[in-house]
């Protein structure tokens, strides 16, 4: 029936507000959302759709003190117009997925000290990972002992040849602490792929073999991520966003985050965003982040059948989507009532 928000309330301090962009079958609610509402005796109440105006008026009304979120979301919340009793809340927790860190930062100073848990996964892969501890931007924190649940390892990706970078032995090579890396998680009876509906061909894109021993099979998330010396790793692009410049590899979330902090795109009453950032970015690049007239118009408009878990990311603000996050704080109409991601 399309997207339909959801928020749960339950005993005392169980309780949660579920607000996501896809269907109610998919991973991300049937795991986070659903399951633990039935195993925690939560109560999960439907909405028809999103609205950004009426959000924290639905969280006071039904006691909602935890709810899930998709970064977009979080961002229409951010860009409405401030409000008495905004912080006259329950809420003491969000889980979700895609949430930018200056979105992040803006959500805390404005709505109270919610801890926030961001979260990785996909649908059909054999990895998760999630940050425990708060901090802005990163995905998840790896550890000896989590790789023992969630195995995954980081290794060197060339973007011209679309493939991981292969020493002389023809194995893969892990990547320095800071350095950005191709997301591989080992399948093995405790982290399988089950593959895809359809040819096998399908699935076969998605394995990497020999990656560090004879025999051994990766599956490949598609995902570029970073892992600093804490071990906080963050999402940096997919694979196919990434592009070359002067002999480097940058990601468009690292353009994103320049641009969003310029003086020309902070200005309140800057209504045309869009020939500011033709004027900013190198004509090279500009249809990553623009697109053609066309190719907006076609993005802008609701896709009839969205893609799994893994295509429906948000976290990296590539294509029209840029653009969208930077036109101005307000948010309109389709964003206040539909909630429709970019």
């Known amino acids: 029936p399309g997207p339909l928000p959801a928020a749960w309330h339950g005993r005392g301090e169980l309780a949660a507000r579920w607000a996501p962009t896809g269907d109610l079958p998919r991973a991300a609610s049937l795991l986070r959302a659903q399951d633990h509402c039935r195993g925690g005796g939560a109560t999960c109440v439907l909405k028809q759709k999103f609205s950004a ?16 979120y998709i970064g ?10 401030q409000r008495q009793g905004e912080r006259e809340h329950r809420l003491r927790l969000a889980v979700g997925s895609g949430l930018r860190p200056d979105v992040w930062r803006a959500f805390l100073r404005r709505f109270g000290a919610v801890r926030i848990v961001e979260t990785y996964g996909m649908t059909e892969g054999n990895v998760t990972l999630f940050n425990y501890t708060g901090t802005p931007g990163a995905v998840g924190r790896s550890s000896f002992i989590y790789k023992l649940f969630s195995p995954f390892e980081l290794v060197r990706y060339d973007v011209a040849e679309g493939a991981p970078v292969r020493d002389a032995a023809g194995r893969c090579i892990r990547v320095r602490p800071g350095e950005t890396g191709l997301l591989i998680a080992p399948v093995t009876p405790r982290t399988p792929f089950l593959g895809y509906a359809g040819s096998r061909e399908l699935s076969e894109q998605k394995l990497l073999r020999g990656v560090f021993a ?25 694979t196919g966003d990434t592009y070359r410049w002067k002999g480097e590899n940058v990601a468009t979330t690292e353009v994103a985050e320049a641009l969003v902090a310029h003086a020309a795109l902070k200005k309140k009453k800057e209504k045309k965003h869009h020939q500011t950032l033709r004027k900013l970015l190198p004509a090279t690049c500009r249809g990553r982040f623009l697109g053609s007239s066309k190719s907006r118009r076609a993005r802008s408009a609701p896709h009839p059948r ?30 206040e009532e539909e909630g429709r991601a970019c």
């Open 72 to 81: 977009e979301l979080c961002r229409y919340l951010v860009n409405q117009p």
């Open 53 to 68: 105006s009426q959000f924290w008026d639905d969280c006071c009304a039904e006691g909602v003190t935890v709810f899930q």
């Open 214 to 238: 004879d025999g051994d099979t990766y599956f490949s998330t598609g995902d570029l991520m970073e892992q600093d010396a804490a071990q906080f790793v963050r999402f940096r692009d997919r």
């Open 306 to 335: 969205a893609g799994g878990e893994g295509s429906r990311r948000s976290a990296g603000p590539s294509g029209f989507l840029l653009c969208k996050v930077l036109q101005g704080g307000r948010g309109g109409r389709e964003e």
